[in-house]
């Protein structure tokens, strides 16, 4: 019996949001990115304490997950987000292909910058990956993680004909000018060209500050200013997807 644990600060039930149908939603803790616009800045560190900071082995999260499997209607099954889910590969190494052998379906949502992703991809039924920019150095500069990892595995999620939806926070001043839209439709040719199938598409995400207040609660300052993008901007990310025949979703 595995010994193993996972460190989460949140879960609960999300409807078609975080992959298709109903489903169990666990917020993993940790990530390596410091994006200044993160919603979960609770789940940035891996050793946070706290009321809502939980372990659970995985023996106890598989009996957890299968006693939840008749509210997982609609294609649903269960989503490991973050934070960064990947900053606990060992652990999903384990229960992803469990669930995958008892025909429940997993979806990781990710920043893809884990080298060793592609061991998650036989078994998933849904890859959600942010693309946040298709400039390696200036994705460093602002999350402080450079982006060749990302890029390597969206390609190969693409080349194996993973199901994937590619999501792209637009933030003003990061990556909304038109020097960088027209970088993303350099990168989704690119992809297109390596596609097995057409089994990807990309989902725009609007700047929000649905976490500001949380950063404050967290004694931490809240660096973002002017991040809402025009909507001539959002229009043009837009017409830039259609243009070269990219699906764009909204969940």
Not at 148 to 177: C, Q, W
Not at 191 to 214: D, I, N, Q, T
Request: charge should be negative; charged fraction near 20%.
């Amino acid at each position: 019996m595995s010994r193993r644990q996972l460190r989460c600060f949140a879960r609960g039930f999300n409807d078609s949001q975080d992959g298709p149908g109903n489903r169990l939603v666990y917020h993993l803790c940790g990530c390596n990115m410091r994006c200044p616009w993160c919603a979960n800045p609770e789940g940035l560190d891996p050793d946070r304490t706290g009321a809502d900071v939980y372990e659970i082995s995985v023996s106890s999260l598989l009996d957890e997950i299968r006693s939840c499997a008749p509210l997982f209607y609609d294609g649903g099954g269960v989503t490991f987000t973050g934070g960064e889910a990947t900053l606990q590969m060992d652990a999903l190494l384990e229960v992803i292909p469990i669930l995958y052998a008892e025909h429940i379906g997993a979806v990781i949502e990710t920043n893809a910058t884990h080298t060793g992703l592609s061991a998650l991809f036989p078994y998933l039924q849904l890859l959600i990956a942010d693309l946040k920019h298709p400039d390696s150095q200036r994705l460093a500069q602002v999350t402080g993680v450079q982006g060749e990892t990302v890029y390597r595995n969206l390609k190969s999620a693409a080349a194996a004909g993973i199901p994937m939806l590619i999501r792209i926070p637009v933030i003003h001043g990061f990556n909304d000018r038109e020097e960088d839209i027209a970088a993303f439709s350099a990168f989704f040719q690119e992809l297109r060209r390596v596609s097995r199938a057409a089994a990807w598409c990309v989902e725009l995400l609007p700047y929000h500050e649905f976490g500001k207040e949380k950063w404050a609660k967290l004694g931490k300052p809240y660096a973002v200013v002017d991040g809402f993008a025009p909507p001539e901007r959002l229009r043009r990310f837009a017409e830039m997807l259609r243009a070269i025949g990219i699906t764009e979703i909204h969940t």
